[in-house]
């Protein structure tokens, strides 16, 4: 089935609408990045970088790492965002521009996130790096999507029933990132973890200014789930969406996050922009090495 201009929308150099992207531009393993700024973060460390477009919040510079090519793309904040930036890389590798048709043969992407995150667990240490094993996402993105095939739905069913969620919110969903592409980022220096994806950095995240929040009480909810040994140990902003996406599009995916504070023990990161740096080492170390 042909896809129409509304559907596949492309710019008059036939690259894909808001990433600005042509097919050739990319490689197959990517990192994503929420501020435009880290992007030249991750590149300055590749042997050499052959490609930088920008459009919006979207930078993608691709280069070569070990001999690896590699893409980091910066996504902006949040899980609409996500969906953009996901569905646009897909259709990069998987949908034939020029006929407007999905290929029959599938490319896979290696997707992995770097970024910062806040603890909700004490034993989370200020400056450690965090693999989302699960994304918890308060967003309601996956559920406009066919994807109860990926969901979690014992842990959300349970994390509703303890916290006492309301309905007037949208139903959490949980899904867990890609163990082949995991094993591959492990060490002893990674902790394994259940990030929570919230819809917004204040009140979504139970930060008070002047406004009042609807429940009190939500980081405590969050903080003392557990259900088969499973805690949420971290919240963020774009890890269920891509770990949602990826798995619906058929590719890899794994957030690797810095964590900068810890919201039970009040303690932020005394150099932040170094604990990411080291982040982003360790993160291309493992892409290129393994």
């Not at 790492?65 to 996901?86: M, P, W």
């Not at 867990?176 to 973890?193: T, V, Y």
């Not at 980081?219 to 619906?248: A, C, P, Q, R, V």
Request: net charge negative; aromatic share 6%; hydrophobic share 35%.
């Amino acid at each position: 089935m042909q896809l129409g201009p509304s559907e596949l929308i492309l710019n008059a150099d036939g690259s894909i609408y808001h990433l600005n992207l042509l097919p050739q531009d990319i490689a197959n393993t990517i990192i994503t990045v929420g501020d435009p700024d880290r992007v030249s973060d991750v590149s300055k460390h590749f042997d050499s970088i052959e490609f930088k477009k920008g459009k919006r919040e979207f930078l993608t510079h691709t280069g070569m790492l070990n001999g690896k090519r590699i893409s980091v793309i910066s996504t902006g904040i949040g899980t609409d965002n996500i969906d953009i930036v996901f569905n646009e890389l897909d259709a990069l590798v998987n949908i034939d521009f020029e006929n407007r048709i999905v290929k029959s043969d599938k490319i896979q992407l290696d997707i992995v996130r770097i970024g910062t995150s806040g603890a909700i667990q004490s034993d989370v240490a200020v400056d450690s790096f965090l693999l989302s094993e699960f994304a918890m996402g308060f967003d309601g993105l996956l559920h406009t999507y066919q994807s109860d095939t990926i969901q979690h739905k014992e842990i959300s069913k349970a994390f509703v029933q303890q916290t006492n969620w309301s309905s007037n919110k949208s139903v959490p969903y949980v899904v867990k990132c890609d163990e082949s592409l995991a094993q591959q980022l492990l060490s002893n220096r990674i902790r394994f973890g259940t990030t929570a994806t919230n819809i917004g950095f204040y009140g979504p995240q139970g930060r008070k200014l002047r406004l009042t929040l609807a429940d009190e009480s939500l980081n405590n909810k969050i903080t003392s789930f557990e259900h088969d040994s499973i805690k949420i140990t971290n919240l963020e902003m774009e890890t269920s969406g891509i770990y949602g996406l990826s798995k619906l599009l058929g590719h890899r995916a794994v957030s690797m996050n810095c964590i900068l504070a810890n919201r039970v023990t009040g303690e932020f990161s005394k150099n932040p922009q170094k604990a990411v740096d080291d982040l982003i080492q360790y993160t291309l170390e493992k892409l290129t090495n393994t």
